[in-house]
């Protein structure tokens, strides 16, 4: 986890991230588990799951790509808020991001506006980051 003590009061706050950004003064290493790790250690059931929230501080395109045949068997709805500030390669992450959403979901911004994959790329580049998906 990187952390910029400049703009930031600490760890555990919402700002940390396993991104660099900007100047990071200073990191730890955590452990961490996958999305489809986690619902089997946890003994989740997927049909009593309603609502996956991903709010991560640019972790999303790390996670999506992980996720996606997950994803793509379970369909969950999702509340996704990108952090496309995080973005090592901020063109190609949120492409990357493009092609796997479309490929399983309808894209929703919050007030329900459907997004088709190039306005969903112009509506990120705009400054909308959360998302709703639904199949």
Known sequence: VNLNTQYQNG?????????EHGLVTESIEVNSITLEHFIE???IQMQN??????????????????SERFLMEHRPTI????????FPNLDNDTNEI????FRIYRVY????????????LEAVNSGVHSFVLEV
């Not at 509340?79 to 995080?86: K, R």
């Not at 911004?109 to 969903?120: A, C, H, K, L, V």
Request: net charge negative; glycine share 8%; aromatic share 10%.
């Open 79 to 86: 509340y996704l808020s990108l952090h496309p500030a995080w």
């Open 11 to 19: 760890f555990g706050n919402s700002m940390s991230s396993m991104l």
């Open 98 to 101: 493009a092609d796997i959403l």
């Open 109 to 120: 911004d919050t007030s329900g506006r459907e997004y088709n994959q190039s306005q969903f």
């Open 49 to 66: 799951v309603c609502l996956i929230k991903i709010d991560i501080e640019g972790g999303e395109i790390k996670l999506l790509k992980q």
């Open 41 to 43: 250690q946890e003994e």
